[in-house]
């Protein structure tokens, strides 16, 4: 207790002489209002992926340019420390896993979330993944981005390291990977080789397949520092959009200019170099912590960008998932459009994709009855008018980290469930819209 | 940082009438301690010397983030958690004033698993904190804390673990 009295001795001095100096936006087309929540889409039963035991989690979805559907998980290991990744397959439509494949070989990060393990398929079904490994440090310890990859079907290589600096000290991570339409696979993460309180946005390219990626260069000289990037190409590769959310402090750095809204940077030589970052949307969003929410894009047949994001808003009513396109490949953006309101105090999470059709489908976390769902709703091409919005979680687990992808034929929707200490992974599909 | 006589005197009276309810209040705040009513307040973990000497010297709460702004006008980039690592105390800012005073040595003990646990790591944050006041009727501004969450969460933590961590608050809490 003297220890106590000490310390608040001088704790309350200060506190008393301080006593005397105490003293929508309008492009907002809310649809969330005229839309009623009917659970009634076309979906199948939903699988559950992975053993039960090892409480998958971390779901992430790819469709090859052969319009094969790959699925990623993450799965404890026995010994406890971290996860292992699996890739698969999807077959029977949607209703089958085939040949599983573990990707890693030393232990990966159990973090996940919006850090979690990626991958992208390249012609020949040679797949390239990359990912954070685990560490049994506390807290957040600098690491490298570790990369492996897989030649049509085979096994998975020995991880390397994707970040090139070489440095005792890392932090590269919150990765972006896809793959473009001319083969070579694009990687882009956060890096904070020249400043670890700074990240920069770096990119590597591989031209054969992922087993070897280009030296690293930056793309942009600050980015929000726990927020995802996002990828795609136009013009057939030619053209090289990044989004990414603004603003490299870290999160301690709450001044009214600390805006973290999205922006895109493209490139107009195939990625080699990348102009200057286009606003996508103009939310005003000052953070009062660690955002953990990047944004999703995708790109329809007409080289328009679409962009589905969650945003706290300039203030709380704003607070909502909103979607946005681009009609001249990145250089400006709509206005948004509301499709969902939301909590302000709670970061979500979206993905967007679209079928050959160009129907847009957008999947989001949203919170109803104190608990998250997935939820979806779709639009057609040209159309203004979005779908009744459907709960496609349809469950009494927490339900997070959507991902989105289609195939000539089907809708396909995974995601992690968390109850308490206990997770799993689901995925359930549809006929697309209009099929 | 340099005050002028009103200045001084003010401290000095304050500091008198601080050390008389200190010691009226002493029996009562045993009991609390005793039994405490928890509750939870929201705003904003600051340095508390940094802030203050900035109201007083610019008139303005310039202090309250990360960076603070020196007399001689430069930006002590991360300043707050320098400080609060350095041992000065923390406070929560709300509403464009010092809410809570909290009896928690900000640099923890070093034992709890990341930065996360103490209040240096989570200075400049607008957070939740969980704590009993150490007078009943919150008279002294002297706030005990005893978990503390981010004011922001993502879906996954505020409706999974709820995001609380145990304040680790070195010897204070012992």
């Not at chain 1, 889409?41 to 559950?48: A, R, S, T």
């Not at chain 1, 250089?331 to 079928?355: C, E, G, I, M, N």
């Not at chain 1, 689901?426 to 209009?434: D, E, F, N, S, Y």
């Not at chain 2, 790591?121 to 008279?139: C, H, P, R």
């Amino acid at each position: 207790m003297k220890k106590i009295q000490g310390y608040l001795f001088a704790v309350v001095c200060i506190s008393l002489a301080l006593s005397g100096c105490s003293g929508t936006r309008g492009d907002d087309s809310s649809l969330s209002d005229d839309l009623s929540l009917q659970p009634v889409f076309p979906f199948d039963e939903p699988i559950v992926v992975g053993e039960p035991e090892t409480n998958p989690a971390d779901a992430y979805l790819v469709t090859s340019d052969e319009g094969t559907v790959f699925l990623s998980w993450t799965a404890e290991r026995s010994d406890g420390q971290g996860r292992n990744l699996f890739i698969a397959k999807v077959t029977r439509d949607g209703q089958q896993l085939t040949e599983i494949r573990q990707a890693n070989q030393k232990s990966i990060s159990g973090h996940g979330g919006e850090n979690l393990a990626k991958f992208a398929v390249a012609p020949d079904e040679n797949v390239a993944a990359i990912w954070t490994p685990f560490s049994a440090e506390p807290g957040h310890p600098g690491l490298p981005l570790k990369l492996t990859h897989a030649e049509s079907g085979g096994s998975f290589s020995p991880e390397t390291v994707l970040n090139d600096d070489k440095k005792e000290v890392h932090r590269a991570n919150f990765s972006t990977i896809g793959t473009s339409p001319n083969g070579k696979i694009f990687a882009a993460w956060l890096d904070g080789r020249n400043d670890l309180d700074a990240k920069q946005l770096f990119m590597g390219v591989s031209e054969d397949g992922g087993r070897t990626f280009t030296k690293n260069y930056s793309i942009a000289p600050e980015a929000c520092p726990c927020c995802r990037p996002s990828i795609e190409f136009l013009e057939g590769g030619q053209t090289v959009v990044v989004a990414y959310r603004q603003n490299a402090l870290p999160s301690g750095y709450i001044t009214p200019d600390n805006v973290r809204d999205h922006v895109m940077i493209r490139s107009t030589d195939g990625g080699e170099t990348f102009g200057d970052p286009v606003l996508i949307s103009d939310d005003g969003w000052v953070p009062i912590g660690c955002p953990h929410t990047g944004i999703s894009i995708d790109v329809d047949s007409e080289d328009r960008i679409h962009a589905l994001w969650w945003t706290g808003g300039r203030a709380a009513d704003e607070a909502g998932i909103y979607y946005t396109h681009s009609e001249d490949g990145g250089k400006s953006f709509l206005p948004r459009q509301l499709l969902f309101k939301t909590p302000a105090d709670t970061v979500l999470h979206t993905q967007v994709a679209l079928d050959r059709n160009d129907t847009i489908y957008a999947a989001w976390v949203g919170i109803e009855q104190e608990r998250p769902h997935i939820f979806f709703a779709h639009r057609g091409a040209g159309q203004e008018e979005w779908s009744p919005i459907y709960n496609a979680s349809d469950t009494t687990w927490n339900a997070l980290y959507p991902m989105v992808t289609v195939d000539d034929q089907r809708l396909y929707v995974a995601w992690t469930e968390k109850k308490g200490e206990a997770s799993q992974v689901k995925l359930r599909t549809a006929p697309l819209v209009g099929n | 940082m340099k005050f002028n006589r009103s200045s001084k005197w003010t401290l000095l009276m304050s500091l008198a009438l601080l050390i008389l309810a200190t010691s009226l209040t002493r029996t009562r705040v045993k009991a609390q301690e005793n039994d405490p009513q928890t509750v939870i307040l929201k705003g904003r973990v600051i340095d508390l010397t940094c802030a203050v000497k900035g109201k007083v010297a610019m008139g303005a709460w310039n202090n309250i983030a990360q960076d603070h702004m020196m007399e001689d006008g430069n930006l002590q980039k991360g300043c707050a958690t320098l400080c609060l690592l350095g041992g000065q105390p923390a406070a929560l800012f709300s509403d464009n004033k010092i809410t809570a005073v909290f009896a928690c040595n900000p640099q923890g003990s070093g034992v709890a698993p990341h930065q996360g646990y103490t209040l240096a790591g989570n200075v400049a944050q607008a957070s939740e904190v969980e704590g009993y006041w150490l007078d009943d009727q919150a008279e002294t501004g002297i706030f005990v804390p005893l978990k503390i969450r981010r004011a922001i969460l993502t879906a996954e933590r505020r409706y999974g673990s709820g995001g609380w961590l145990e304040l680790d608050c070195g010897a204070m809490r012992e």
